[in-house]
């Protein structure tokens, strides 16, 4: 009988050892699914976060698509401005071009003004 009553206590000290181990494994997974679950309750926020700032993006990418399009409808107003100040620079150009020759020719007579001046006899 004591024999029988040492391989109960054996075996209930078994038991209680399990019971511990099942209980701590648990406890340890518990620990360990409550980290993974906060984990991923951090990264859905950061998410959250990104697809706010994202929006926000679109909304500025919009905004600028917006922005250009009136410029460029802008641009196509000041194209023929554009083409009229290229034709009065030409004719800029070719006036400037006329006032050089006209004062070479001016410069030429001055010249031969003074040297029919210089040549006059005095009387």
Known sequence: MA???TKAAARDELAESLADLFT????M???ELEGTNNQLLL???MNQKVAEEYNGYGDIAS????FVEQLSAKNHGFAEYVQQIEKI???VTEFEAVISML???TSLLERKVQSACH?????
């Not at 905004?63 to 917006?66: A, D, F, I, P, T």
């Not at 040549?119 to 009387?123: A, G, I, L, R, S």
Request: glycine letters at 8%; a positive charge.
């Open 3 to 5: 024999d029988e009553k």
């Open 119 to 123: 040549k006059m006899p005095t009387t």
């Open 24 to 27: 701590n494994i648990s406890t």
């Open 43 to 45: 990264l859905e926020k």
């Open 103 to 105: 004062d070479r020719y």
């Open 29 to 31: 997974v518990k620990g």
């Open 63 to 66: 905004g600028l698509r917006v």
């Open 89 to 91: 620079d030409q004719q």
